[in-house]
């Protein structure tokens, strides 16, 4: 009885003690919209709960107009053919037509001590929002990148049943989409982002994305909120990925808010790694108190690397504030600990990047945005930046015709260690770089966009803040290929970035001087479109090029998704000109000219897409191995022009719109490794570059040539060594090449073996014959693969490729995991390998990784010499 007691007395304790804990959540449903024109009542009325909302219709939030209108099947899809053109641009039919209400019920109520706010976390372009029947901006709220945050508690009904009301209003100045770069120019007098008025890889986006695009949310605190927490880490000296570490000093600080009438004393504690962290503040009445915390010596920390550097370490940071044993708010971060810095590089003429202490050689894509009409998930934004983690990239440089890449994007970031460049929203096309018949203002004009500095440079602090404490941020970047208008960018520079984030790089425009010292000429990026491999390896181009790039069309059955089947007819290239489909040209197709004629040319639109993909790897794998052979002497970083699209386009993608990976994909996969082995073009020498901060020793080097026969010729079999962090030259396999490749063109594979004999780097090249065609593989004989499937977890599956010893080589073999039933391919799904050419008498596995597996999961191959088959899965 006196066991059973004392058990009572603590659970009392325990419930009694317990700290009731904030709350945060979206309202992401259940919205209503209507074009405001066919509405008469004001605002007041709108948001009161009696209002009846009858003909309204269904609305996407975080969403747009063009969304809702889409979802309602009032226009087509814009991603697909020609629809683009059915639906009505602004510029002519006006902003009324896109000027919408949104309305969302929802309960909510507050006791006499809690507080609640609603925030909008952006909408485009301006607003006016109201509750209950109350008005609660006092001016209407423009700017896309400028949140809103309200104090709610007062307004809400007290039986729990709320309306909020929110009529959105296009951008001020539309813009006329008339082919060129941001159409007129104009779209950039806003803050707002501006490829919505079509740029060289996008159709005009029709409403110009007006609509609440980003989150609402709902936040209910005690008394007094934490808000704009900032988090530093410093890293001292250079450190390892492996062993004990010496100390990292964490730097927490905060802003406590209170809004009630009565001042307010509480602790406000964090907890990182054991380690605790407490103070007592007052908060005084009506009023915000910026507090910083007594920093923490972190001993032995898990430090947060780069892809292929290192792992991503996070830890958990809840920021708490206490008031007696009540939880009154409580702010989560994921940190990452690790510090970047820069230093200027004398011999590239370049800026290096360094995390950790570590110099680290960036390969990096250009990003445009998750979707083009803004419709973002968590599990888009995973897939999108786990894709780049595969192409073994290191960093994602946000376009700054953009937006500032949400949270959520971040998030992905940190898990997959994607160092990200942050743009702000300007670029030379709009903003007044070049000379434009296009453009409606004139240089000068253009110079001084947007309207409103002012809401520029507000809407900058309030970005800084949303994103700053995440670690795979690294680099801001003031604008695209131009300086913003001077009084901004001394803002920024000067006062913002100092004040809210010193830690990190800020460059004055994308392809500076600062970055890269541009003593080429032009405009200090580029090439773009399609090269001889030996340019990447023998042309010297910019130190830190922000934007090169080549071809990305996407195979046949990725093009079948948005192509009408009368519109699949492959391009002709003839005497320097393209005869090309005109859906084909809507989707800003970009020229392979006369390469696929070396495999023999195209029969039809999926010979010509599926062979492209031979162009592909070669033109990737071809450009990051040309920059990494040349790291720390001619360069030490390169961003490709681009990595992805946010609409149905045709070039610059290493997967298509909807999360299909293409051979690209797959040719940065190999050439992206962290120790990998290499064939030069220029000189034909075989080369290991080492982009890990170890040494390594005992590699067995193996050089073997394998005829289209599949009969096989070593060259070469040598242990050898190399150091860290650099690029060794071998030797040279000219002389064998040309007499085993100038008939039929010759398979050339490039192997380190540790001592287990597993390989650290396999790569293998198809070399043409002395005419520089592809007759080999064009004549090459068919060999059948061995395939077994397993499927080892709810979401993997093992996937052994086998090759027959009496066969030639298994040519670049796609593998797609497939409904079945459907036929379709299942997406996304993530290949540890793709495009996979097996010798004779090996094998090969990969794994298959995907989370909505269905149980008519199969396996699809196609290969150059295996034919097209469906295999199952054990």
């Known amino acids: 009885m006196r066991k059973k007691l004392l058990f009572i007395l603590l659970l009392a304790a325990v419930l009694f003690f317990e700290p009731k804990a904030q709350s945060v959540y979206e309202l992401n449903d259940g919205w209503k919209c209507i074009k405001a024109s066919s509405v008469k009542e004001n605002g007041s009325i709108i948001s009161s709960y009696g209002y009846n909302l009858s003909k309204w219709k269904t609305a996407t939030v975080p969403g747009t107009v063009l969304t809702a209108m889409l979802n309602n099947k009032e226009v087509p899809d814009p991603f697909y053919g020609m629809n683009n053109e059915k639906i009505p641009d602004i510029y002519n039919v006006g902003a009324a037509y896109y000027t919408y209400w949104f309305v969302k019920d929802f309960n909510e109520t507050a006791s006499a001590t809690e507080q609640v706010y609603l925030k909008l976390r952006g909408i485009n372009y301006s607003c006016n929002v109201f509750l209950n029947g109350h008005q609660l901006n006092k001016t209407l709220h423009k700017g896309m990148f400028l949140s809103q945050e309200y104090n709610i508690t007062s307004y809400l009904n007290k039986n729990g049943k709320n309306r909020l009301a929110v009529i959105v209003y296009p951008p001020d100045v539309v813009g006329n989409a008339n082919g060129g770069q941001g159409g007129d120019g104009t779209i950039a007098k806003n803050v707002t982002h501006q490829y919505v008025a079509g740029w060289d890889w996008i159709q005009p986006i029709r409403d110009r994305n007006t609509g609440i695009w980003d989150k609402v949310l709902i936040e209910k605190t005690q008394q007094v909120k934490i808000q704009n927490t900032h988090i530093i880490t410093e890293v001292p000296g250079i450190r390892k990925v492996e062993g004990a570490q010496q100390p990292a000093i964490i730097h927490v600080s905060t802003e406590l808010y209170n809004p009630t009438a009565a001042t307010v004393s509480g602790v406000l504690s964090y907890e990182l790694d054991g380690n605790t962290i407490t103070e007592n503040i007052t908060v005084p009445a009506q009023s915000t108190k910026a507090v910083q915390l007594k920093d923490l010596s972190l001993q032995n920390p898990k430090l947060w690397w780069p892809n292929t550097y290192g792992p991503q370490n996070l830890y958990p940071l809840n920021l708490k504030f206490t008031i007696g044993n009540v939880l009154s708010d409580v702010d989560s971060s994921t940190i990452g600990i690790r510090e970047i810095t820069t230093y200027w590089n004398n011999v590239t003429r370049s800026k290096e990047v360094a995390v950790n202490g570590q110099k680290i050689f960036i390969k990096g894509g250009n990003w445009i945005i998750s979707d083009a009409m803004l419709r973002f998930s968590d599990e888009r934004y995973d897939a999108e930046v786990r894709f780049h983690r595969d192409m073994n990239l290191n960093l994602i440089r946000i376009w700054g015709g953009a937006i500032t890449e949400r949270p959520e994007f971040y998030t992905a970031c940190d898990k997959y260690g994607l160092l990200v460049m942050q743009g702000f929203w300007g670029s030379g096309d709009c903003n007044g770089r070049w000379v434009d018949p296009k453009k409606k203002d004139d240089q000068w004009t253009r110079r001084n966009y947007p309207d409103d500095h002012h809401l520029f440079i507000e809407s900058a602090a309030d970005q800084v803040k949303l994103i700053r404490n995440h670690p795979s941020l690294a680099i801001w970047c003031g604008g695209n290929e131009i300086t913003l208008p001077e009084d901004i960018f001394h803002a920024l520079k000067d006062s913002l970035m100092p004040l809210l984030d010193g830690t990190r790089w800020f460059i004055d425009y ?355 010499n295996t034919g097209n088959h469906e295999y199952k899965i054990n």
Not at 609 to 616: G, R, V
Not at 752 to 766: E, G, K, R, T, V
Not at 816 to 826: A, D, G, H, P, Q
Request: proline residues 5%; contains cysteine.
């Open 510 to 864: 994308s392809n500076s001087d600062s970055m890269s010292y541009n003593f080429l000429g032009g405009n200090g990026d580029g090439p773009y479109g399609i090269q001889n491999i030996k340019t990447f390896w023998g042309e010297r181009t910019y130190p830190f090029n922000s934007e090169v790039g080549s071809v990305g069309l996407s195979d046949y059955t990725s093009l079948r998704r948005f192509i009408p089947q009368e519109n699949l007819i492959p391009p002709v290239y003839e005497n320097g000109k393209y005869k090309v489909d005109s859906v084909w040209q809507y989707h800003k197709y970009i020229g392979y000219n006369k390469t696929l004629d070396a495999y023999g040319g195209a029969k039809d639109a999926a010979d010509f897409a599926n062979k492209a993909q031979l162009i592909n790897y070669d033109q990737y794998r071809g450009l990051i191995e040309g920059f990494s052979a040349h790291a720390w002497d001619w360069y030490t970083g390169v961003i490709i022009w681009k990595t992805q699209n946010p609409w149905t386009a045709m070039r610059g993608q290493m997967y298509d719109y909807y999360l299909d990976p293409n051979a690209c994909l797959y040719g940065l996969h190999t050439a992206g490794e962290a120790l990998h082995i290499m064939f030069n073009p220029v000189d034909s020498s075989v080369m290991v570059v080492n982009n890990t901060f170890e040494a390594h020793h005992d590699m067995m080097l193996q050089v073997l040539l394998v005829g289209m026969d599949g009969k096989q010729r070593r060259i070469t079999q040598v242990f050898s060594e190399i150091g860290p962090t650099t690029v060794k030259k071998y030797l040279s396999v000219a002389g064998a090449l040309r007499r085993s490749s100038a008939k039929q063109g010759v398979f050339l594979v490039l192997r380190l073996l540790n001592l287990q004999q597993q390989p650290i780097s396999d790569n293998l090249y198809w070399l043409p014959d002395s005419t520089g065609n592809y007759s080999g593989l064009q004549n090459i004989a068919s060999t059948d693969l061995n395939i077994k499937a397993t499927k080892v977890s709810n979401s993997q599956i093992q996937l052994i490729l086998s090759n027959p010893a009496d066969k030639p080589v298994a040519f670049f073999n796609r593998v797609s995991l497939l409904n079945s039933k459907t036929k379709e391919r299942i997406l996304p799904t993530f290949y540890s390998d793709n495009y996979i050419s097996v010798l004779p008498g090996e094998s090969k596995t990969i794994i298959i990784d995907c989370n909505n597996m269905p149980s008519e999961a199969a396996i699809e191959i196609e290969g150059w």
